[in-house]
């Protein structure tokens, strides 16, 4: 640069010495105009073991110091292009020089630097200004605290001081309780400023176990843990690790040491757990008995709010207010007039326009979130909550205009509280025709939840159907509305409602309604084999596991022939349960339609149950003076006419789809089992059984003929893609002979 220099140009006579510069760092930015991230290059002074000055660079990214390669420099600093080694595609580099520093050599060696130090010789050291000095002692110690704060001895010492506690004077707690207290808060600070905060947060679990074991014997210390746990200034503590702490068994445990601890109060010290008859009443709102089931309630609800923010959470948190509920009438009034049981239905209903719901705007947060979110929440155990809350409600008398009264009308026959006005009104609500508080509560369900035990929507729905005993006209519509959305949902999706209407079915008392499910579910499964060849058509293949819909269909049936539990538990004409006989004599409107769905697992199924239900039984059960078995082999006898009859129809309808040969080798066999029955019918030895026979029965073995046959000339279909594991569809299916 010097003869460019405004010295040099303005004293050109002057021959100045050429000053020399070197590359001492490099400031890189690695990103966009918009975005990035800034690193340095530093040329290190040091001297080598021999005292010879060796020059080092080293890469200072954020709190990573790491060598660097100096013959780097240009391929790191540079900018230009890289090539993807794979795809051979040329990308611009996003990293590149930003800053260069250099340091004049010529004028620093005959000037050396003030504080004595060189560049070149020896390491720099530069004093720190005393705030600076402060900062870095600061951070220093940050770094070695947050260092031995996550180390394991950590929680191994906390553990294990826990543990200690009920050893201490054989298990006795000290007159004060200041020693008690003192670890006890230790190791619920710990849980939360650090286990919890750990990946995974494994210690969570076991040191809250511990907290429960160590202060379960004394109400003392139950009393400080619970305390804590809902004071005003730890509330925001619970609050973050019921709803911000990403570990959902972190979540259950936390969750299930305030339900177990407040349980062990309410026994060991009703007055502090505020439920004594002096300060409690179960209808009065005025005295609303201070104490930690209040404030636990009032914290807990105060939290509602912030479901929004994390939608994974729901489970955790409405288990705990379930627990709550579970524990008594003053929970259930506690939880009512804190307006829990409102919010629920609020957040199931969310998004019905023709709810006008409650009005209430303290959960805007969390509905605004739930109508932007494309992955809804787990409802569960809001449910399950719901569940819990409506064992004490009256849902279907009449309703309470506000909560003094809903509190005052308590039935002390019946234990419950009636609902509020609106409250109802959610339950009620109709859309389309339909009540849609039952749709909802199946929308908010996971679909693979529906063979979960208990199932708590399918809870809901028996327990407000027993509700609504005295209004048969209101069953009837839960019935249509329920049977409406079996129609509605894909057969490969009808898990859930099934499932709704089969909860239904058990709580319904009248056999009309019944039956509605009933024809919907039959309808549902006659849909699979068109709706199966519907989506091989668009998709080229099915894999069987997308296909639990044949399970669910199958699964309500065999549930529903021999389900205990039921409401309509009377007998038909005949002395036969009814739910028993509908099923088998109806067994040609489902069977033959799940018997050519495309999953062998639940083909065979059908088969294993139609042996149970009509081929097993005969003729052993026969008894011809019991009037039971001869009605129940007249069901079954047309049972197997009926099947015979739609086993052909669909196997043809199956065939000319184009399903694939080995398909019919469940349809065959039963066909195979009815042509038994019948021929038994028919045999001169058998003469006990002619009582059952009909005209029409010989001209069905020319069915069976006749189809055997067709299913003989089933074509095959290589291409099918069956997966792993199952028959091969090369595998022509033989026919079993009949002789
Ligand atoms: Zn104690």
């Known amino acids: ?233 730890q509330a925001n503590l619970t609050s973050d690790m019921l709803i911000g702490c990403p570990v959902p068994r972190a979540r259950q445990s936390w969750a299930a040491l305030i339900s177990s601890m407040m349980s062990d109060l309410r026994r060991v010290d009703p007055e502090s757990y505020g439920i004594d008859s002096m300060t409690f009443s179960l209808t009065d709102r005025a005295v609303r008995g201070d104490g930690v089931l209040y404030d636990a309630v009032n914290m807990l609800q105060s939290s509602v709010k912030y479901l929004g923010r994390s939608l994974r959470v729901w489970d955790e948190y409405f288990d705990l207010f379930a627990a709550i509920a579970s524990l008594g009438l003053p929970e259930i009034k506690t939880l009512l007039c804190n307006g829990i049981f409102r919010d629920c239905l609020e957040l199931i ?105 208990p199932w708590w929507p399918g809870e809901l729905i028996k327990l407000i159907v027993s509700n609504a005993f005295a209004d048969p006209a209101l069953i009837h519509e839960i019935g249509t509305t329920l049977a409406a959305d079996i129609k509605d949902y894909y057969p490969d999706a009808a898990g859930l409602p099934i499932q709704a209407g089969l909860a239904f079915c058990k709580a319904c008392p009248a056999v009309g309604d019944i039956d509605a499910i009933f024809k919907a579910v039959s309808y549902s499964a006659q849909q699979m084999p068109d709706y199966v060849s519907l989506r091989r058509n668009s998709m080229g293949t099915i894999r069987e596991p997308d296909y639990l819909g044949g399970e669910c269909h199958l699964d309500f049936f065999q549930e529903l022939s021999t389900a205990r539990d039921v409401a309509c538990s009377g007998m038909d004409d005949n002395g036969i349960p009814p739910h028993l006989a509908s099923v088998i004599i109806n067994v040609a409107r489902w069977a033959p339609a799940i018997l050519v769905f495309d999953s062998y697992a639940t083909r065979q199924k059908v088969c294993l149950f139609l042996d149970k239900l009509i081929f097993d039984e005969y003729p052993h059960e026969f008894d011809e003076n019991d009037d039971i078995s001869v009605s129940l082999t007249q069901l079954r006898c047309e049972g197997v006419r009926r099947l015979m009859r739609n086993c052909n129809i669909v196997a043809t309808q199956a065939q000319a789809k184009g399903c694939p040969n080995p398909w019919a080798e469940h349809v065959q066999k039963v066909m195979h089992e009815c042509a038994k029955w019948i021929n038994k019918l028919l045999s001169e030895e058998s003469e006990e059984y002619a009582v059952f026979m009909e005209p029409g029965d010989e001209a069905l073995l020319d069915i069976y003929d006749r189809a055997k046959y067709a299913i003989g000339h089933w074509r095959d279909e290589d291409s099918w893609d069956y997966g792993e594991g199952k028959p091969t569809p090369a595998k022509r299916y033989t026919l079993v002979d009949l002789s």
């Open 1 to 233: 640069m010097t003869p460019y220099t405004l010295e040099q140009l303005s004293k050109t006579e002057v021959q100045q010495e050429a000053d020399m510069f070197e590359l001492v760092g490099v400031l890189v930015h690695s990103g966009t105009a918009e975005t990035g991230h800034y690193y340095s290059y530093i040329r290190l002074p040091c001297e080598n073991s021999q005292g010879e000055n060796s020059i080092k660079w080293a890469e200072f990214n954020d709190t990573e110091v790491t060598e660097f390669d100096p013959n780097q420099i240009a391929e790191q600093c540079f900018g230009g292009v890289w090539e993807d080694s794979e795809s051979r595609l040329r990308y611009p580099k996003p990293n590149s020089a930003y800053m260069l520093f250099y340091r004049r050599v010529t004028s620093s060696d005959a000037q050396p630097s003030t504080d004595g130090a060189s560049l070149t010789k020896g390491t720099v050291s530069i004093p720190a200004t005393p705030p600076l000095a402060a900062k870095i002692q600061e951070e220093n110690h940050a770094l070695t605290r947050r260092y031995c704060l996550y180390h394991h001895v950590h929680a191994h010492f906390t553990k294990s001081f826990t543990g200690m506690l009920k050893h201490f004077d054989s298990g006795v707690c000290s007159t004060d309780h200041q020693t008690e207290k003192e670890i006890l808060q230790m190791s619920l600070q710990y849980v939360v400023f650090v286990a919890a905060r750990v990946k995974g947060a494994a210690d969570v679990e076991p040191l809250l176990q511990l907290v429960h074991k160590t202060t379960s014997v004394c109400s003392e210390c139950t009393l400080f843990v619970l305390q804590w746990l809902i004071n005003v200034d």
């Open 349 to 453: 209903c969310f998004d019905n326009v023709n709810v006008s719901l409650l009005g209430s705007s303290r959960n805007q947060e969390t509905r605004a979130a739930l109508r932007k979110t494309k992955r809804p929440p787990s409802y569960i155990m809001l449910t399950k909550f719901l569940f819990q809350m409506m064992l004490h409600l009256d849902l279907f008398g009449q309703p309470a205009r506000n909560m003094h009264e809903q509190l005052a009308n308590f039935d002390t026959q019946t234990n419950k509280y009636p609902v509020l006005v609106d409250e109802r009104q959610v339950i009620m609500a109709r859309f389309n025709g339909r009540l849609s508080f039952f749709g909802k509560l199946l929308e908010a369900v996971s679909q693979s939840d529906w063979s979960a035990q």
